[in-house]
């Protein structure tokens, strides 16, 4: 398996354009995770999918920012319009079975530069 | 308010010594605990994941120990290598009402490890 895959890699925008950053999770695999890392903020998870399904979404900063899964092979996570501060790296992340003991594949991540 | 804190914030060692990162937490009520590693530029590795239940696991050279009483968790690494230099984040996952999992990240060490 190629792992999580995640595009584009780097995307450089202006302030107030769209953005929309894709996830290929692991096959098979029925969580997938947002996160967002950040030299001030580490770490945050955004939302979370189950089997397609939005299970938590309380990491989401604002309405500026939505997700979805449309199939299990596939997710979006796009920013509407984009600022400066979301200006970060965005990973998404896959793992399969029990969400409390299972491992976490992470993507390379995407870096998103906003100007 | 749920907290993962981490110490020390950067470290130093030499080739070939041993480590110790701490993570204490004031998550509650408590689930699981993971330790990853993030080289630079790219997405976190699972290292270990551990329950209520578990107070130690290993993983090759890195070994992880839980306290659930004081809410303390350590990350021993063991003759460290070059190829350690990284960043070492630990997250705390709790249960919320609904079934799902909530985590809360630490801001991650930054161990260095010198020739």
Excluded at chain 1, 80 to 109: I, K, W
Excluded at chain 2, 84 to 104: E, F, M, P, R, W
């Amino acid at each position: 398996d190629a792992g999580v895959i995640q595009s584009p890699r780097h995307e450089v925008t202006e302030m107030g354009q769209e953005v929309t950053l894709r996830c290929k999770p692991i096959s098979g695999h029925d969580y997938l995770f947002w996160y967002r890392q950040t030299m001030m903020r580490g770490l945050e998870l955004l939302i979370y999918f189950n089997n397609n399904v939005p299970i938590d979404d309380s990491g989401m900063p604002e309405d500026r920012f939505s997700a979805k899964m449309p199939n299990a092979s596939f997710s979006t996570l796009k920013i509407q319009p984009s600022e400066p501060r979301d200006s970060a790296v965005y990973f998404c992340a896959s793992s399969s079975g029990a969400e409390g003991s299972d491992t976490q594949y992470f993507g390379p991540g995407t870096r998103l530069t906003v100007l | 308010k749920n907290q993962v804190e981490q110490s020390p914030q950067s470290l130093i060692i030499l080739e070939g010594k041993n480590c110790t990162l701490q993570c204490n937490y004031t998550v509650s009520p408590f689930s699981n605990l993971r330790w990853y590693k993030q080289d630079t530029g790219r997405g976190p590795v699972s290292l270990t994941i551990m329950t209520f239940s578990e107070n130690t696991k290993s993983n090759g050279r890195y070994t992880a120990t839980l306290d659930a009483d004081t809410k303390q968790s350590s990350l021993h690494i063991t003759a460290s290598q070059l190829s350690d230099s990284a960043s070492y984040i630990c997250v705390v996952g709790v249960l919320n009402s609904g079934g799902y999992q909530k985590v809360t990240f630490g801001t991650g060490t930054k161990l260095q490890v010198i020739p």
